[in-house]
T-cell receptor, first 112, second 113 residues
Framework: DAEITQSPRHKITETGRQVTLACHQTWNHNNMFWYRQDLGHGLRLIHYSYGVQDTNKGEVSDGYSVSRSNTEDLPLTLESAASSQTSVYFC???????????FGSGTRLTVV | AQTVTQSQPEMSVQEAETVTLSCTYDTSESDYYLFWYKQPPSRQMILVIRQEAYKQQNATENRFSVNFQKAAKSFSLKISDSQLGDAAMYFCAYNTNAGKSTFGDGTTLTVKP
């Protein structure tokens, strides 16, 4: 069965360290997205990609980067982790054309 | 920019009763899509229902149905015969053909036995 997986599920890191969160999907979806979920803010878009070599900034992209070298993967990198980046991170994928998202199970990141 | 507003941070319902969750949105587009997602305590986000703006007929999925009022930019979710497993946070979302979604802040639904 097709799936979308995120790893790790939980991570604790120190301020200033570089961190990479993995997202891998086998749905063959062109669209992939990274969101962060914080209490009182719902889900906010960090970065997204509509295909290989395509990446775009979302509303809260400062301090984050992504790259898309194949259809399956969209890793999210925190260049220098800050306490304000403590959050739950969700990866999602979809077909173009207004279809709903398939979500990964999320990564809870704590920056200490 | 599109915005999605869920004005009810928390709602509760008695088991077997009906509850309606509200959502309003703001857009200048005429062609778009609306969604409700469920997030139970497991944290997994699950697509509940999808509505295409050009369709006048309200979407229905088993006990879940929507009331889509395009002119009022309103998109409410009705859950009939509520079950304990319906307890979750529910998110309303909007997107266009481009694909990226804007989410509301969520409504936490409690189901009382």
């Amino acid at each position: 069965d097709a799936e979308i997986t995120q790893s790790p599920r939980h991570k604790i890191t120190e301020t200033g360290r570089q961190v990479t969160l993995a997202c891998h999907q086998t749905w063959n979806h062109n669209n992939m997205f990274w969101y962060r979920q914080d209490l009182g803010h719902g889900l906010r878009l960090i970065h997204y990609s509509y295909g290989v070599q395509d990446t775009n900034k979302g509303e809260v992209s400062d301090g984050y980067s992504v790259s898309r070298s194949n259809t399956e993967d969209l890793p999210l990198t925190l260049e220098s982790a800050a306490s304000s980046q403590t959050s739950v991170y969700f990866c999602a994928s979809s077909d173009p054309g207004g279809y709903g998202y398939t979500f990964g199970s999320g990564t809870r990141l704590t920056v200490v | 920019a599109q915005t999605v507003t869920q004005s009810q941070p928390e709602m509760s319902v008695q088991e077997a009763e009906t509850v309606t969750l509200s959502c309003t949105y703001d857009t200048s587009e005429s062609d778009y899509y609306l969604f409700w997602y469920k997030q139970p305590p497991s944290r997994q986000m699950i697509l509940v229902i999808r509505q295409e703006a050009y369709k006048q007929q309200n979407a229905t999925e088993n006990r879940f149905s929507v009331n889509f009022q395009k002119a009022a930019k309103s998109f409410s979710l009705k859950i009939s015969d509520s079950q304990l497993g319906d307890a979750a946070m529910y998110f309303c979302a909007y997107n266009t053909n481009a694909g990226k979604s804007t989410f509301g802040d969520g409504t936490t639904l409690t189901v009382k036995p």
